[in-house]
């Protein structure tokens, strides 16, 4: 494969237009998502489109043992990646003792061990390489705590946190680790996280702006990128380091409530 790119949650929203982008730039692609149905039809839309070859992998990684097998059928295929985008991820809406374990478990899971895992599986091979980049999408969500989505905020905050990390252990490498923040997006993640009914999400970024900024900052290597963020939400999160945290607490729960109807 040329200039092959792994890309998690690859079904929908920023991962399927990276995945169309990277096509558009001439590179193959594996995309990783929980269904197998639209991973096909987006196969068929990019090989017919494009002419680059893709290779699906269905996999939830919400199991424990999906990065090392999505490894393995990489190895299996024989696919040398040049790129590996951790894009997958969810988040849930509401007070952390109201909210059932099970699936912040698997948020945690899906946004923090199964990055994770994904870079230790392939970054051994990129240093080897002395070659890759590696994208991890995490949130404007990364830099405060987030009342009402504690555990989507947390994980941000810990994919930034390790991708900066692993840039800086690789920084005497041509291995490179970015890491994109995007703001609101318009995507199924505003709908199924309950994002959509607050006012974090008057106004959004398309998916493919999104995933614009993000892939080129990945080329060229950048620790940190932000998308979709307004003028006004830039000065908030600049200002926000010097205001009291309570203050910053109460302010980001209240963007998290429920528009009023």
Same mark, same amino acid.
């Given at each position: 494969?040329?200039?092959? +790119?792994?890309?998690?949650?690859?079904?929908? #929203?920023?991962?399927? +237009?990276?995945?169309?982008?990277?096509?558009?730039?001439?590179?193959?692609?594996?995309?990783?998502?929980?269904?197998?149905? %639209?991973?096909?039809?987006?196969?068929?839309?990019?090989?017919?489109?494009?002419?680059? %070859?893709?290779?699906?992998?269905?996999?939830?990684?919400?199991?424990? =043992?999906?990065?090392?097998?999505?490894?393995?059928?990489? =190895?299996?295929?024989?696919?040398?990646?040049?790129?590996?985008?951790?894009?997958? !991820?969810?988040?849930? %809406?509401?007070?952390?003792?109201?909210?059932?374990?099970?699936?912040?478990? &698997?948020?945690?899971?899906?946004?923090?061990?199964?990055?994770?895992?994904?870079?230790?599986?392939?970054?051994? #091979?990129?240093?080897?390489?002395?070659?890759?980049?590696?994208?991890?999408? &995490?949130?404007?969500?990364?830099?405060?705590?987030?009342?009402?989505?504690?555990?989507?905020?947390?994980?941000?905050?810990?994919?930034?946190?390790?991708?900066? &990390?692993?840039?800086?252990?690789?920084?005497?490498?041509?291995?490179?680790?970015?890491?994109?923040?995007? #703001?609101?997006? +318009?995507?199924?993640?505003?709908?199924?996280?309950?994002?959509?009914?607050?006012?974090?999400?008057?106004?959004?970024?398309? +998916? =493919?702006?999104?995933?614009?900024?993000?892939? =080129?900052?990945?080329?060229?290597?950048?620790?940190?990128?932000?998308? !979709?963020?307004?003028?006004?939400?830039?000065?908030?999160?600049?200002?926000?380091?010097?205001?009291?945290?309570?203050?910053?607490?109460?302010?980001?729960?209240?963007?998290?409530?429920?528009?009023?109807?």
């Amino acid at each position: 494969m040329k200039d092959a +790119a792994l890309i998690t949650g690859a079904s929908s #929203g920023i991962g399927m +237009a990276l995945a169309r982008l990277h096509a558009e730039r001439g590179g193959d692609l594996v995309l990783v998502a929980r269904r197998l149905d %639209r991973l096909n039809a987006l196969k068929q839309e990019i090989e017919a489109r494009h002419g680059t %070859r893709v290779v699906v992998i269905a996999e939830d990684l919400n199991e424990e =043992e999906a990065p090392q097998r999505i490894f393995e059928k990489v =190895e299996a295929e024989g696919i040398e990646l040049s790129f590996l985008v951790n894009n997958a !991820g969810f988040a849930l %809406r509401g007070k952390f003792h109201e909210l059932d374990w099970t699936p912040n478990r &698997a948020m945690i899971q899906v946004n923090v061990v199964a990055p994770a895992a994904l870079t230790r599986a392939f970054l051994p #091979g990129f240093v080897a390489r002395n070659s890759g980049r590696i994208l991890n999408v &995490a949130s404007t969500a990364a830099l405060t705590p987030g009342p009402l989505q504690a555990v989507y905020f947390a994980s941000k905050a810990f994919v930034q946190s390790f991708g900066n &990390a692993i840039a800086e252990e690789v920084r005497d490498s041509r291995v490179t680790v970015t890491t994109l923040l995007p #703001g609101a997006t +318009a995507s199924e993640f505003a709908q199924t996280s309950g994002m959509d009914q607050t006012s974090l999400f008057n106004r959004t970024t398309s +998916a =493919e702006e999104v995933a614009r900024i993000g892939y =080129e900052a990945m080329l060229r290597g950048d620790l940190d990128v932000f998308a !979709g963020v307004t003028r006004q939400r830039k000065i908030m999160m600049w200002v926000a380091r010097f205001l009291p945290k309570r203050y910053v607490l109460k302010t980001v729960r209240n963007m998290q409530e429920a528009r009023s109807a």
